[in-house]
């Protein structure tokens, strides 16, 4: 508990305060909010420039936004307490949500949607509840995760879409393409890319996603030619057209219920 209090207070402190007591070493400047990242990214050294870290989603950290596309990071939560950066580092405005933050969008106000994700099928259906019952009021042709085991050599991580009930957690836009990085614990099996320098590719998950926890996302592809397949790392993969409209008919909170 006091592990948890600390980190509570830490938020606090971070997101209410105009400016911290104590303006010594590591003091956050006033513009300074809590930010949580959407979808797994790269941190770099500068906006576009060198990559420093692969940070995952969930990941708490510190920002001033200084344009549109940028978030200038000054420190982020390791643990229960807030830890000051060396250097500033930067980060996607794209990817990021703020902990406290009115919400960006409109909220729906109409009929309640939810996604029912048929593996047997490789199909995805939004559904929207109405007086004479439910209704499917979109549908396309999905790829799945692969349901399997990377050999040994690759580092042997097995890759499932699990059935269960999930709620969309944040909606990832990027007009210029998601950037999908290379997280540490696939580094044996992305090796060459790594050796030659790619660390990350934009759009490599089309320009929209929706985070429904557990590390999966709902998002687009660059390999349409693989819908209707087991080839993912767990992810749902739906062509980018019908992506965007799954992204503008859901909500943050809906439900998606994957099943066998």
Request: proline residues 7%; hydrophobic residues 40%; aromatic residues 10%.
């Amino acid at each position: 508990m006091p592990g948890k209090l600390t980190a509570l207070l830490a938020l606090f402190l971070f997101i209410a305060l105009p400016a911290h007591a104590g303006q010594g070493a590591g003091a956050e400047p006033a513009a300074a909010k809590t930010w949580r990242l959407a979808t797994i990214s790269a941190v770099r050294e500068a906006p576009a420039g060198r990559i420093a870290d692969i940070w995952n989603p969930d990941t708490l950290f510190t920002a001033r936004q200084v344009d549109d596309d940028w978030l200038r990071i000054s420190g982020h939560f390791p643990g229960d307490t807030w830890q000051p950066l060396p250097q500033p580092l930067w980060v996607p405005r794209h990817y990021a949500s703020l902990v406290v933050t009115a919400p960006a969008e409109p909220v729906r106000t109409g009929p309640e949607r939810y996604i029912v994700v048929n593996k047997r099928d490789f199909r995805l259906q939004v559904f929207e509840r109405r007086p004479g019952g439910d209704e499917i009021i979109y549908q396309t042709t999905i790829a799945l995760g692969m349901d399997d085991c990377k050999p040994k050599e690759l580092g042997g991580r097995c890759y499932y879409t699990e059935p269960g009930e999930y709620a969309v957690r944040w909606k990832v836009h990027d007009p210029q393409g998601i950037e999908w990085c290379i997280p540490k614990y696939m580094e044996n099996e992305y090796a060459e890319d790594i050796a030659n320098g790619q660390r990350c590719f934009r759009g490599a998950i089309g320009t929209h996603a929706l985070n429904i926890g557990k590390s999966y996302a709902i998002h687009g592809t660059s390999r349409p030619d693989l819908l209707g397949q087991r080839v993912s790392r767990g992810c749902v993969r739906a062509a980018n057209k019908d992506m965007r409209t799954i992204y503008t008919l859901m909500d943050v909170g809906d439900k998606v219920t994957i099943t066998e």
